[in-house]
Every structure is written in C-alpha cells, then in structure tokens.
C-alpha cells in the first residue's frame, strides 16, 4: 500500500509539471485562451491524458483535478504576457508549443544578443599561408573553406579547419602580352552572386573581370579588351546574372552573364585539357565625373549595391562618393564630397538602416542619400593614423578592421564602441570596464629581405593591415587576412576568429 501511495504521489507530481509546462508553451507560442467547452472538466481518468498531452485545460484546473480535488468553477482567463526567455522556448519546444510568433521573437532577440556578445568571445587561431604577399580580399565559399586574392596575384582557397591551400588558376587575356604589364597590383575584389553561383574577381590582367562557375571553380568567362584600362579595385554583384567593377583608371563597368554560358554551351575543355572560356564586353560604362579639388584622381576604389533602393555606390579617391540607379544600365544620381578625404579605401552598406558607411585614415563617415543633414556622427579609429582597411555590417553592428592590426566594433544605434566586459568576482555579472573592445591579431609572416633591413631597420614587431575579413554568422567564426601595410614589404596574415 505505501508503494501504492508513493506511485500515486509521483504520478500527480507528474502530471502537475505536465500542465505547468503546457502553459509555459501556450504563453510562448500566443496562442488564444482556452475555450469555455475546454475549460470544462470531466472525471479524473478521462482528464488525465489531457493533461499528460498539455492540450485543452488551464494550469490551475489541471493542478486541482490531478490531486483529486476534484473540478473546480471555470475562472476568467488573462492572457499571459508574452515570454521571451530561453527556458520558456525551450519549455515550449518540448512540449509541442503551437504558432511561431513567440519563436520568431525570441530568435530574433537571441541574434541581436550574439551580435553584441560574439566579438568578446573570439579566440583566434592563425593560419599558415606560407610566403604568399598580402591578402587582399576573402570570401566565404562553405563552413570551411574561405577563398582569398592576393598582391603577388595568386587567388586560393584555403581550408580553415585542415590548413590546406588549393590554388586556382587565373584566365588569361586573349592578348597574353598585356597581362606581363601589369605586374604588382594583385587581385583586390572578390565578390560571390547572391544564389552562390558565381564567383567575380580578377583575371591574370588585373584589368580583366574574370568570372567562375561554383562550387567547382571551372573558368566561365573573362571581361578582357573591351573593359577597364587599369587595375579593377572593387566588384560589386547586382543579380545573379548582373556585376559590376570599378577600376583604377575612373570608370565603373556594367557585365551581364549570357544564360548560354550557364549550360555548357560556351565553356568547355580544349584537345589538351585546357579549359576554355568566354572573353565577354560591358554592357555599360561610366566614367567618374572630375573634380576640380583633384580631377586627376578619380580612381574608383570601392563599390557597395543597396538591394532595397537598386542603387550602386561607389568611392573614388579624390574624396568623393557617387550614386547611380543601377538597372539595365548605370543613371548617375548624385555625386558628393565626403567629410574626410584622405585614402576612402573602403565601403559598406546596411540595408537595415539604409546607409552606406565610408573608411577612410582615420574615420568611419555614415551617408543617408536621402538627407541632407547626416545623423549619425563619424566614429574615429585613433589607431595612429594608419588608416581603416576593411568595413562590414551585420544588422546594427559595423566591424572596423585597421591598418594597425586591430578589429573594433561599433554599434551603430547606441552610437559607441562596444567595451570589454570585466567581473568583480567570478559570481558576479560582467559588466562594461569603459575600455573600447579590441582584438589584436597575431604577428603572422615577414619576408626579413633587404627591404626591412635597410628601410625599417629590422624591426621585429610589425603589426599587419587587416585588408579584408567576412564573417560565417551561423557558425560565429570571422576570417581575418592581410598583411604589412608599407609597400614595400612582403609578408602576410590569415586567422580564424571562432
């Protein structure tokens, strides 16, 4: 009989977080009241399976009748606040919770909190990239293998779990002679299409656009001839099919992809196994309007493409930005002198708040073309006027990577850098410490050639331009990559942030 009691006992206590973590459920998925028919109770031993598949009671009539109190008088119900908490959704999950509000909400507060709290929880680990000259530009193919351009011309991809390094190779201009001319720029832009088709970067010319099918990295076609005079410093996809440069010698240049190269019909492999590919023209070229402070400098340096507006901005570095409607072909919408003009290297585009955000020496500039008056103020680097070299934007947080060899991270609605986090204790919550959050990146490799001798003296600790970084959000690693910031030293930096 004790034993009897005892199952009972276990049985109502059962039951009783059954019904308890049904209505957790029902808060978190916002699903309507009970009905008056539900509120209903019946005997004890048809209640039971009801309460045991959280369905149909409230909590308070489904405690009463699992300890044989018997039912109780239906109550007016209050509609439970809304909970967004981890324990409830979890609570939810479990127990088969309805609807996808509650879920949205909460998933969308978790994203905002990773983005505040991420940067502070990377830990790096650098990757070797052997003697290969500074990296210039990166992009994430899958969840471990990163592609990147450098300024000895090689584009690679690297393996950031193994460390293995497949080198690609670039496609050559139909008059092979033109590419030896060019020597010493390297590939600056690497840009993927929105379906993760294609792959846009530079071809053996730094001139030429060269385009390659994913994942398999065959050669598709090669804007050569009729394109860009000069180096492309910046790509920028605007469908799928549609991709625009901009280049060194003041022009942008619009490329459309012929839907005969996606089946086979263009690209293919010669007698000799040589892969052979389209040599395609521009449908559209724009030239950067002149400006009489310096009309010699209107090189085009950086390009960024807002989905939302379909408008294309563009950086050039005579200290200027420009705006066109991108559609069929390139219609210039404004032209306007940015706040500071020293080396605009760098820009970015937040579709969020629609926005585009500017690098240049020593500050990050916020532009809204569709107001005159700015409102949010630049933000200053002060990282010893070595300049900001890369920028990206994921929802309300822009990443600032310096030619000082530092990652910061600014949060555009408060208007501040994020801080470091310090506890008084190890019960205590960590809370600002009033230092700016910065993430030192390793020393990577140096070429000590006769250059660091004679002109740097050998100086051992040089910190590495951080020339590129893209982040994998839903795996929360950051890939960092570049190198010495002086010309004329060769050397390189690659890590993982995870």
């Known amino acids: 009989m004790a034993n009897t009691g005892a199952t009972r006992r276990h049985r109502r206590r059962a039951a009783a977080a059954?019904?308890?973590?049904?209505?957790?459920?029902?808060?978190?998925?916002?699903?309507?009241p009970p009905t008056t028919a539900q509120q209903q109770t019946g005997s004890r031993k048809r209640k039971a399976p009801a309460i045991e598949?959280?369905?149909?009671?409230s909590s308070?009539?489904?405690?009463?009748?699992?300890?044989?109190?018997?039912?109780?008088?239906p109550k007016k119900q209050k509609r439970p606040a809304t909970r967004r908490w981890l324990v409830h959704y979890l609570k939810g999950r479990e127990v088969g919770a309805r609807g996808t509000a509650g879920l949205q909400g909460f998933e969308s507060e978790l994203r905002g909190y990773a983005v505040q709290r991420l940067p502070e929880l990377l830990t790096e680990r650098q990757l070797d990239l052997g003697t290969l000259n500074k990296v210039f530009a990166s992009q994430?193919?899958?969840?471990?293998?990163?592609?990147?351009?450098?300024k000895c011309n090689t584009l690679f991809v690297v393996d950031v779990q193994s460390g293995?390094?497949?080198?690609?190779?670039?496609m050559r201009d139909k008059d092979a002679d033109l590419a030896q001319a060019h020597h010493g720029c390297g590939i600056h832009a690497i840009e993927l299409n929105p379906s993760k088709t294609l792959l846009a970067t530079g071809g053996e010319n730094p001139n030429s656009l060269a385009i390659y099918r994913l994942p398999t990295l065959d050669p598709l076609c090669l804007g050569d001839r009729h394109g860009h005079k000069d180096w492309i410093f910046a790509?920028?996809?605007?469908?799928?099919?549609?991709?625009?440069?901009?280049?060194?010698?003041?022009?942008?240049?619009?490329?459309?992809?012929d839907p005969d190269m996606f089946d086979g019909t263009i690209a293919w492999h010669s007698e000799v196994d040589l892969p052979v590919y389209a040599h395609i023209r521009p449908r559209d070229v724009e030239t950067i309007p002149r400006a009489t402070s310096n009309p010699s400098n209107r090189k085009v340096r950086a390009l960024a493409f807002s989905g939302k507006n379909q408008e294309l901005g563009a950086v050039s570095l005579d200290g200027y930005f420009h705006l066109w409607k991108a559609r069929s072909t390139l219609s210039r919408l404004l032209s306007t002198r940015l706040p500071y003009c020293r080396e605009n290297v760098c820009l970015t585009y937040c579709d969020e708040l629609s926005v585009y955000a500017v690098g240049s020496q020593s500050h990050v500039s916020f532009l809204d073309p569709r107001q005159r008056q700015q409102n949010i103020r630049p933000l200053c680097s002060r990282e010893g006027g070595t300049g900001v070299r890369s920028l990206s934007f994921y929802r309300h947080l822009i990443t600032v990577g310096t030619g000082h060899g530092s990652l910061l991270f600014y949060d555009i609605r408060a208007q501040k850098f994020l801080e470091e986090r310090a506890s008084a204790s190890l019960d205590s919550t960590p809370e600002p410490a009033g230092r700016k959050l910065k993430l030192d990146c390793g020393r990577g490799w140096l070429n000590q050639d006769d250059v660091w001798m004679n002109y740097f003296g050998g100086m051992e600790e040089f910190p590495n331009a951080l020339y590129t970084h893209c982040y994998n959000w839903p795996e929360m690693k950051l890939f960092v990559a570049g190198g010495p910031l002086p010309s004329g030293l060769h050397g390189n930096y690659a890590g993982l942030w995870s």
């Open 18 to 32: 059954a019904a308890a973590a049904a209505a957790a459920a029902a808060a978190d998925s916002d699903s309507p």
């Open 235 to 257: 790509i920028a996809w605007l469908s799928d099919t549609v991709a625009v440069s901009g280049s060194r010698d003041g022009t942008v240049a619009l490329w459309r992809m």
């Open 60 to 73: 308070s009539q489904g405690l009463a009748a699992a300890d044989g109190e018997g039912p109780l008088l």
């Open 140 to 150: 994430w193919l899958n969840s471990r293998q990163v592609v990147c351009g450098t």
């Open 53 to 57: 598949a959280g369905a149909g009671s």
């Open 164 to 170: 293995h390094i497949t080198r690609i190779p670039l």
